[in-house]
């Protein structure tokens, strides 16, 4: 443990928290992913073999309408992406090729936004991945991406 409450992982860079509600969870947001520091916090962690994925939609989440900016539903599923191809990468990195998605709710504040999803297929140098975001039982997004396996720049 950091005595901040959090703990070193093993996920690229990745802090695991060890107190609060998001306990056991995972983050890029400590500062390892500049972007997701700034939007997020997103967590990640497995269960069952699987990466799940949440957010808890704060007010810099939200648009001028009091919902989810499609924006931040769009970066979360592009995080998910990442943790749901975690496996497949095997501790490289990767960034997104291509994006693809489908808003079919709007998103409240109040309640958690989850990610889950699949590797659909595996190559060498790609990575295709279909997931879906929901709030409680109800879908807000679904979306698929390729990431490409990459060296890390130095």
Same mark, same amino acid.
């Given at each position: 443990m950091n005595g901040d409450g959090t703990s070193q992982t093993t996920w690229s +860079? *990745?802090?695991?928290?060890?107190?609060?509600?998001?306990?056991?969870?995972?983050?890029?947001?400590?500062g390892s992913d500049p972007y997701e520091?700034?939007?997020g916090p997103f967590y990640f962690r497995q269960e069952?073999?699987?990466?799940?994925?949440?957010?808890?939609?704060l007010r810099h989440h939200l648009? +001028? *309408?009091g919902f989810i900016h499609g924006g931040?539903?769009?970066s979360f599923a592009d995080f998910a992406l990442f943790a749901i191809a975690h496996k497949a990468l095997a501790g490289g990195h990767a960034v997104t090729m291509t994006f693809n998605s489908e808003f079919i709710d709007a998103g409240a504040p109040g309640e958690w936004v989850e990610a889950q999803g699949e590797v659909v297929r595996e190559t060498r140098s790609v990575i295709f991945v279909r997931g879906t975001l929901t709030q409680a039982t109800r879908p807000l997004l679904?979306?698929?991406?390729?990431?490409?396996k990459i060296a890390r720049r130095e």
């Amino acid at each position: 443990m950091n005595g901040d409450g959090t703990s070193q992982t093993t996920w690229s +860079g *990745g802090v695991t928290l060890t107190e609060g509600p998001f306990a056991g969870w995972t983050t890029w947001s400590g500062g390892s992913d500049p972007y997701e520091t700034l939007i997020g916090p997103f967590y990640f962690r497995q269960e069952d073999g699987r990466a799940r994925c949440v957010f808890e939609p704060l007010r810099h989440h939200l648009n +001028g *309408g009091g919902f989810i900016h499609g924006g931040c539903l769009m970066s979360f599923a592009d995080f998910a992406l990442f943790a749901i191809a975690h496996k497949a990468l095997a501790g490289g990195h990767a960034v997104t090729m291509t994006f693809n998605s489908e808003f079919i709710d709007a998103g409240a504040p109040g309640e958690w936004v989850e990610a889950q999803g699949e590797v659909v297929r595996e190559t060498r140098s790609v990575i295709f991945v279909r997931g879906t975001l929901t709030q409680a039982t109800r879908p807000l997004l679904s979306f698929s991406g390729t990431l490409k396996k990459i060296a890390r720049r130095e």
